[in-house]
């Protein structure tokens, strides 16, 4: 692959496209905002494997059709899965070469793609060393499988030791106004080694967008349903604070999604974020300031 991106400070979130977790989705709503996201020259797109357990890689590929091949579409491996005939698929960590490999292989396909534009590994793995699953990534690198690889959710010291094995172009941290910011010294390491730092869950699963009140229930098939900060005081707690952002938004005419996703954007060491969009008025609401 010879095309050299530029990926756009706004990232489209494509984990809702897998179908699963956030709800009831609207896939043609969905379409539309992922081809308006395009017009309004957004080329950063991702999404993982397990998302929909490879349905959000295969729908990505069809509505996107040939103007996929010139965009910045990223996934994630490493996460294996086996489905129940009931309930949700058990879920284990795995980024043992052969099966990097093989999950990488599979992501090709879904996607339709020569080359995986970035690749990330989703989620260290305890069982494996590093350095086997970095072997696999190179040799993916030398067939022109994978062009720029990533980390996702790991610590200073699981990037380090990464880094002494292979370049990590891009690592996929959880950001946002209610959560502590990544330490100086792990800036620091990302700015010596161009290790570009990429922002998910800017709007804290939602709760940045302000639309939720004490009354709000959580359908079955929302995680949100599942977790402590969307129910009882947690949440009552979390509704309070968001009150707080919202008067300080206010003060700079911004919505409390665009003053959420400027306040990550205006971080120096920020080059992108990731924005989970489930259709076009959404998107146009969090696009409201320069892509």
Known sequence: MDIEYNPSSICFGCEALGGTDWGNVDLK???????K???MDINFFDTADVYGLGLSEERLSKILGHKRLDLFI???GGVRWTKKEKGRAKITFDSSPEYVTAAAEKSLKRLQLECLPLYYIHWPDPKTPIEDTLEAVKNLQEKGKVKHFGLSNVNETQLCEAQRNIQVDYVQIPINIMSKSP???FISHCNKSNTRIV???VLNMGLLSGKFTTNTKFDSNDRRSRLEDFSGTKFEENLSRIKELKVMASARNQSLIQYSINSVLDKSY????I????NEKQLLE???FKI
């Not at 920020?270 to 974020?273: A, E, T």
């Open 29 to 35: 709503e969905l379409d539309k905002a992922i081809h």
């Open 37 to 39: 996201a395009v017009e």
């Open 74 to 76: 990223a996934t994630k």
């Open 183 to 185: 330490s100086e010294s």
């Open 199 to 201: 922002g998910y869950n």
């Open 270 to 273: 920020i080059s992108s974020v």
């Open 275 to 278: 924005v989970g969009i489930k």
């Open 286 to 288: 969090n696009l409201k």
